[in-house]
Nanobody
Framework: QVQLVESGGGLVQPGESLRLSCSAS????????IAWFRQAPGEEREGVSC????????EYSSAVKGRFIISRDKGRNTAHLQLNNLTPEDTAVYYC????????????????????WGQGTQVTVSA
């Protein structure tokens, strides 16, 4: 069973950046759709971004589009989420999720589409 571990969270000031990483317990995640979700206290877990097999497509929520960038290290077992121009509204626990999709070139920001999750990493944006 694939295991995911997130890292890179922390406390930053508004306008600063962070780079989150998601490492898998398998050799490569090339044929997995990967997504990032976040959950603020008292809120539902929401989709932030996803990337499809072979990086054919990437999707972003309207709240982060233009500020966050999803990527993966091709042929390797790590994905990343670059968080730029952070605001206090971005404060949440960020989760990496993955599901094997073969050659599918689409991804979904729907938490029910993913069967493997990491434990989460805290991102706090505060002055």
């Amino acid at each position: 069973q694939v295991q995911l571990v997130e890292s890179g969270g922390g406390l930053v000031q508004p306008g600063e950046s962070l780079r989150l990483s998601c490492s898998a317990s398998i050799q490569t995640m090339d044929f997995y759709a990967i997504a990032w979700f976040r959950q603020a206290p008292g809120e539902e877990r929401e989709g932030v971004s996803c990337i499809s097999t072979l990086d054919a497509n990437a999707e972003y929520s309207s709240a982060v589009k233009g500020r966050f960038i999803i990527s993966r290290d091709k042929g390797r077992n790590t994905a990343h989420l670059q968080l730029n121009n952070l605001t206090p509204e971005d404060t949440a626990v960020y989760y990496c999720a993955a599901t094997w999709v073969g050659m599918s070139r689409s991804c979904k920001m729907d938490k029910t589409a993913y069967d493997t999750w990491g434990q989460g990493t805290q991102v706090t944006v505060s002055a």
